[in-house]
């Protein structure tokens, strides 16, 4: 059992398992509290700022990013001060004066009362830097491919040098994890593309299902899957069989399985 942490949250008495995030406290109490960059399956990185909250209690007063500071004993918590609120929304005007047609922006600003901003650069860009592409290829993939460029304003997701990736596989994480379609994979006959912002950032031959005949996956990426998912498990894969195809059959046994057993559904 883990050890229980008390604290108080806009008022209310929660008990969080140690270990948790403030922001999870929150959401697990229903108290909502906005962000862009934060996703279930990745470490937290505080990258968008947004989930800022006031802290007192058991420690000095401050404005923390709730995503990445955890619960303590007699933490404190407010979520929607004067001083959060104001942040919180110049925060949003300044990423909406570069993005201002981004549907998820638009929607998480009109929730915190934010319709337009004074900062408006007459950019009309998707990507919100939220870095999930970034750690879902290092973290998860562990491929480097995509990385951050530059400093301040001029920051943005790119590959080495700006070409075409060497690191890439290819296996489309990146495009799901994006919340704007910034990033985005598409796959027309035996080729794959993965673009950011439009341009091209790595380019892939397709392997055919040898079922149904199907283009479904980059070498790279069956290489990746052979290595890192399979290969520690004890399974071996041992032809190209794509997930619709597999579903239809029997599930084999294990020990020896056709490539693609369902456990990873993005190709
Ligand atoms: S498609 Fe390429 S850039 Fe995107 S997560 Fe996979 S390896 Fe990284």
Do not use: H
């Not at 998707?126 to 995509?146: E, F, H, P, Q, S």
């Not at 892939?204 to 290969?231: H, N, Q, S, T, V």
């Amino acid at each position: 059992m883990p050890t229980m942490i008390n604290l108080t949250i806009n008022g209310e008495k929660i008990a969080a398992p140690e270990g948790t995030s403030v922001l999870q406290a929150a959401r697990q109490a229903g108290i909502f509290i906005p962000t862009l960059c934060d996703y279930e399956a990745l470490e937290p990185e505080g990258t968008c700022r947004l989930c800022i909250v006031e802290l007192s209690g058991s420690i000095r007063p401050c404005i923390r990013v709730s995503c990445i500071q955890e619960v303590k004993e007699g933490l404190v918590v407010e979520t929607e001060t004067e001083r959060i609120i104001k942040n919180r929304r110049l925060i949003l005007e300044l990423l909406l004066g570069r993005s201002p047609y981004c549907r998820e922006l638009l929607d998480l600003a009109g929730k915190c009362g934010v319709m337009t901003s004074r900062f408006l650069t007459g950019e009309d860009d998707d990507c919100i830097r939220c870095g999930r592409c970034v750690r879902v290829c290092r973290d998860k993939i562990g491929a480097y491919a995509l990385c951050w460029v530059n400093r301040g304003y001029n920051r943005k997701v790119a590959t080495d040098f700006e070409r075409l990736s060497e690191y890439c596989i290819g296996c489309g994480s990146c495009a799901q994890v994006c919340p704007t379609g910034a990033i985005k994979m598409e796959d027309r006959g035996n080729q794959r593309r993965i673009y950011t912002w439009g341009q091209v950032v790595a380019r892939f031959e397709l392997e055919k299902c040898e079922k149904c005949g199907r283009y479904f996956a980059p070498r790279k990426y069956i290489d990746w899957m052979r290595r890192k998912a399979f290969k520690p498990k004890g399974i071996e894969l041992i032809d190209l069989i794509c997930p619709e195809c597999l579903r239809k059959t029997e599930r084999p046994a294990p020990a020896k399985v056709p490539f693609g057993n369902g456990a990873f559904p993005a190709w």
